[in-house]
């Protein structure tokens, strides 16, 4: 049995996107330990860089459709549920193929120029963060190094690959030394984070068909009334709540953004809205501070979600067929930082708080609004916790994350500093 299950390429694949799977499960299930995770990261990039081309498709297409299954949970939404396994063997096969003509070219690098194809192998798994298939980037193999012992930089991912590569290729145990400048170093954060005490980290818990129902957002507005006052009995000092809290355009509503304008004299208030820019919908953030208002648009938009990818023409057909003619959102040009009581804050809501984009200037803390909805229940949140833990590391900011169908929390240092229904 041993010897079958080592040449079928299939099963060897299968099991290969298992390990490579492993730290997101174990997370998932509360059994995240970095032990288990560096074992699991390890051996995955062993099995994937010793393996043959059969195998790196099988790999690519498991690991796909194991980290990218839940994207097809929001097609519930659309009517659509029938295209569920559709969609998920659609995702499964766009990395199968990335991974089998990645391993395709490896090989033939390797028979070109008399090379062992360790090492055009290694560098596509090095590089592979950067392939973003229809501007999706949630794809990061060193994502499995998040809760390990190794650090998530590229430079000690790309020790970690040459370490395992000079073994698999030299057969020479002491290259593993070459492993032990990758484990985690520290790096700068903010000492202080806002305290939980004095900040309101909302949870709702609205599903999707009650969010968009017309008849329930009276019962929404009158939720977020209620914790703002809660807040303010409570002396916090900051409320922030999820995306689109309020489903609706609210820069045109004068009579609740003049209540929240009033309110924000006793509280800073951070939410989700929709805003209407002539003609243009725009998913937003408005930040409420001393009877003063500031509202920042989405940056990086969900591909497909809010944002078509395709080709124009082909774009209008998806969204006649698929979303009732639906006009996509528009992005802004800018990532913006806003100032609360005298710290500075990156913006970003739910999908781009997970983009490299957004750390770009390595920001000491972000403010991230999400609606986890679309897809609960899966291991959307806890990839999403995931990713955003590995950028705390690679960057030094402190997140704080408010979510709509999911427990919020603080991250600092790639930790989470607070996890429940603040």
């Keep these: 049995m041993s010897g079958y299950l080592t040449s079928f390429w299939l099963t060897r694949g299968f099991f290969t996107a298992l390990a490579a799977s492993a730290f997101l499960y174990l997370?998932?299930?509360?059994?995240?330990?970095?032990?288990?995770?560096?074992?699991?990261?390890?051996?995955?990039?062993?099995?994937l860089l010793s393996a043959k081309s059969k195998t790196w498709l099988a790999s690519g297409f498991f690991i796909g459709l194991f980290w990218f299954w839940w994207i097809v949970m929001s097609f519930r939404f659309y009517g659509f549920p029938w295209a569920m396994p559709i969609g998920a063997l659609l995702i499964a096969t766009i990395y199968a193929l990335l991974f089998?003509?990645?391993?395709?070219?490896?090989?033939?690098?390797?028979?070109?120029?008399?090379?062992?194809?360790?090492?055009?192998?290694?560098l596509f798994l090095l590089t592979a963060s950067y392939l973003h298939p229809?501007?999706?980037?949630?794809?990061?193999?060193?994502?499995?190094?998040?809760?390990?012992?190794?650090?998530?930089?590229?430079?000690?991912?790309?020790?970690?690959?040459?370490?395992?590569?000079?073994?698999?290729?030299?057969?020479?145990?002491?290259?593993?030394?070459?492993?032990?400048?990758?484990?985690?170093?520290?790096?700068?954060?903010?000492?202080k984070p806002l305290d939980p005490q004095t900040i309101e980290l909302v949870t709702t818990h609205i599903s999707i068909r009650t969010k968009w129902d017309p008849g329930k957002l009276t019962m929404q507005i009158d939720l977020v009334k209620k914790r703002i006052d809660r807040a303010i009995a409570e002396g916090k000092r900051l409320i922030v709540f999820p995306e689109s809290v309020l489903p609706l355009f609210l820069n045109r509503e004068r009579e609740l953004q003049g209540w929240l304008v009033e309110k924000s004299r006793?509280?800073?208030?951070?939410?989700?809205?929709?805003?209407?820019?002539?003609?243009?919908?725009?998913?937003?953030?408005?930040?409420?501070?001393?009877r003063s208002v500031?509202?920042?648009?989405?940056?990086?938009?969900?591909?497909?979600?809010?944002?078509?990818?395709?080709?124009?023409?082909?774009?209008?057909?998806?969204?006649k067929i698929f979303y009732d003619g639906a006009v996509d959102y528009q992005a802004s040009g800018t990532i913006a930082d806003y100032t609360l009581r005298g710290r500075k804050y990156r913006n970003a809501i739910c999908y781009e708080a997970c983009s490299e984009e957004l750390y770009r200037g390595r920001?000491?803390?972000?403010?991230?609004?999400?609606?986890?909805?679309?897809?609960?229940?899966?291991?959307?949140?806890?990839e999403q916790r995931l990713l955003l833990q590995y950028y705390s590391r690679k960057y030094g900011t402190t997140i704080y994350h408010s979510i709509n169908m999911s427990p919020s929390y603080i991250i600092q240092n790639g930790k989470v500093r607070c996890a429940n229904s603040l």
């Design 27 to 47: 997370a998932r299930a509360g059994l995240s330990y970095p032990l288990s995770n560096t074992f699991f990261a390890l051996l995955a990039l062993i099995l």
């Design 100 to 122: 089998w003509s990645a391993a395709l070219l490896s090989e033939w690098i390797g028979k070109k120029f008399n090379l062992s194809p360790v090492w055009p192998k290694a």
């Design 294 to 319: 500031q509202i920042i648009d989405k940056v990086i938009l969900v591909p497909f979600g809010e944002s078509n990818p395709l080709p124009e023409w082909l774009s209008d057909w998806v969204n």
């Design 363 to 382: 920001p000491k803390r972000m403010i991230v609004l999400s609606n986890n909805g679309w897809f609960v229940p899966s291991i959307e949140p806890t």
């Design 266 to 290: 006793s509280i800073s208030i951070v939410l989700g809205s929709l805003k209407w820019d002539n003609g243009v919908p725009r998913n937003s953030t408005y930040i409420f501070e001393k």
């Design 134 to 191: 229809f501007g999706f980037d949630w794809f990061k193999p060193e994502l499995m190094l998040t809760e390990s012992y190794f650090g998530v930089c590229k430079w000690q991912f790309a020790l970690i690959l040459l370490s395992l590569s000079l073994l698999l290729s030299r057969r020479r145990a002491f290259y593993l030394l070459l492993l032990l400048p990758a484990l985690q170093a520290g790096i700068s954060v903010e000492r």
